[in-house]
């Protein structure tokens, strides 16, 4: 019965608007005969629905219809292809959009230890790279590792150093050369 | 033809049939603004825009819901927006309503039963007064009345009948206050 009663008082708005079958209209009617809250409650509801707004006038609502339809003509006039762009969350993606790469590129070149280097963007002006400042022990050191094939080998410093011949070798002629050689064969001294 | 239908029609290019979808729901939309803001020419201004913003979304309406329930959902959001502006005290409600009826006793009497019933209406909470209009004077089930508000049907159902409660109260007050 309790359950009953909840489903008709459910049922009390369309019962007021007319939205109910004929067969659930009987029940209601029957359910309110016998009780008093139900009663009480759709009495409420229709001494409400009585209580109609101010209207507005035949004019307003014969007008309205027409206003409405050239108002939104007009506003597709005014705003043809860019009435999305107004919208809030269209609007700040697209200010997003524009700045976070500006600000990003700006960052990026203004971070402080940042320089321009031209050898990133154009490896051919190494040639204008000043080699001035290198020194003979410098270069002795950087074709040493080329000779023994960089720095898989521990190649000891100093090992083409002042005491070494190979500038007096470079030097000699091809007679002197064939002379150190067989000298050096008599010796049995190999390398 | 149904509201489809004159959707439909409207956007490939009549007009009328926009029109007969206007005529169809716009006593409605102006009775639940007027429910809510308790201002006749604020509930007029949302009436029209309700439609006015209907019309320029039309290609938002994805056909999910009734397009009755997608209207009174724009309805129900512009009237919040307008509660949220402004606050309408009980003096201005009396005065819209005694502009609105004639002079003979008879009508006195309803005037004021009116007067007092819209007055106990406008002290239900705005949530519950929406839930009680939607449900009992728009004839809206529960299930519409909660897509309507964003809530759940649960929800519409306690807010209606609290809304229905507190006035049930307030016409009790009332009575007693006549009767003393």
């Known amino acids: 019965m309790k359950q009953k009663h909840e489903d008709i008082k459910e049922k009390l708005p369309e019962y007021f608007s007319g939205a109910l079958s004929e067969e659930e209209k009987t029940t209601v009617k029957g359910h309110l005969d016998g009780c008093r809250d139900c009663r009480d409650e759709l009495e409420l509801i229709e001494a409400f629905g009585k209580v109609d707004p101010p209207?507005?006038?035949e004019f307003f609502w014969a007008g309205l219809p027409r206003k409405v339809i050239s108002l939104s003509k007009e506003q597709k006039v005014r705003f043809p292809a860019f009435q999305w762009f107004l919208r809030p969350p269209a609007l700040a993606a697209a200010v997003l959009l524009i700045a976070v790469p500006l600000f990003t590129m700006l960052y990026i070149?203004?971070?402080?230890?940042?320089y321009y280097d031209p050898l990133f963007s154009d490896p051919l002006s190494a040639s204008a790279v000043d080699y001035s400042w290198l020194t003979e022990d410098d270069l002795t050191e950087v074709s040493a590792k080329l000779i023994?094939?960089?720095d898989a080998i521990d190649v000891p410093v100093g090992i083409f150093d002042e005491n070494s011949y190979h500038e007096d070798i470079a030097s000699l002629s091809s007679k002197e050369l064939d002379s150190l050689f067989r000298e050096l064969k008599n010796e049995k001294i190999g390398g | 033809m149904n509201?489809?239908?004159?959707?439909?029609n409207y956007l490939s290019g009549e007009d009328t049939a926009m029109e007969?979808?206007?005529?169809?729901y716009q006593k409605g939309i102006y009775a639940l603004a007027y429910r809510i803001t308790w201002d006749g020419e604020e509930a007029k201004d949302i009436t029209q825009n309700t439609f006015l913003r209907a019309i320029n979304s039309l290609n938002k309406f994805?056909?999910?819901?009734s397009f009755k329930t997608w209207i009174y959902k724009i309805a129900v959001n512009l009237c919040l927006n307008y509660k949220g502006r402004h606050c309408l005290g009980h003096d201005e409600l009396d005065e819209t309503i005694a502009g609105n009826e004639a002079g003979t006793l008879c009508l006195l009497i309803q005037k004021e039963r009116k007067s007092y019933l819209m007055k106990?209406?406008?002290e239900v909470p705005e949530r519950q007064r929406i839930a009680v209009s939607l449900r009992a004077y728009e004839g809206l089930s529960c299930r519409e009345v909660a897509d309507i508000m964003e809530i759940s049907e649960g929800a519409v159902k306690a807010n209606y009948h609290n809304g229905i409660k507190r006035l049930k109260e307030l016409l009790k007050e009332y009575r007693d206050e006549t009767e003393a």
């Open chain 2, 120 to 122: 106990a209406l406008s």
């Open chain 1, 148 to 150: 023994f094939n960089g």
């Open chain 2, 20 to 24: 007969e979808l206007i005529v169809k």
């Open chain 2, 62 to 65: 994805r056909k999910e819901s």
């Open chain 2, 3 to 8: 509201d489809i239908e004159l959707i439909e």
């Open chain 1, 55 to 57: 209207d507005p006038g």
């Open chain 1, 109 to 114: 070149q203004n971070r402080p230890g940042n």
